[in-house]
């Protein structure tokens, strides 16, 4: 079981910037991904075992930056120029293997969520 506990969220204004923090209780592929209000919880970024490989999803390439310190296995997401599109509760997630994927029923473990909004 990996137990995944995350931090980071929080108000910021259109255009402002966050970092969401997540600290596994061992090394995994990882990922993260957003559920609004009404809306079915859709992929955001994912990140390799080993750091090298990394994909986003389309509505967040350029602005989202997907990382890891495998030293402490802890992933991170730095979110900049953010929307009002982005507001979500972000959930980090885990899956046993090497490659990252953006479909959420390849992640066996999931954390607690973590409400980010964007005041425009």
């Known amino acids: 079981q990996v137990q995944l506990v995350e931090s980071g969220g929080g108000l910021v204004q259109a255009g402002g910037s966050l970092r969401l923090s997540c600290t596994a209780s061992?090394?995994?592929?990882m990922g993260w991904f957003r559920q609004a209000p009404g809306k079915e919880r859709e992929f955001v970024a994912a990140?390799?075992?080993?750091?090298?490989?990394?994909n986003y999803a389309d509505s967040v390439k350029g602005r989202f930056t997907i990382s890891r310190d495998n030293a402490k296995n802890t992933v991170y997401l730095q979110m900049d120029s953010l929307k009002p599109e982005d507001p979500a509760v972000y959930y980090c997630a885990a899956k046993r293997g090497i490659t990252g994927s953006g479909q959420t029923d390849d992640y066996s473990y999931w954390g607690q969520g973590t409400q980010v909004t964007v005041s425009s």
């Open positions: 990140i390799s075992w080993s750091g090298s490989a990394r």
């Open positions: 061992e090394r995994t592929v």
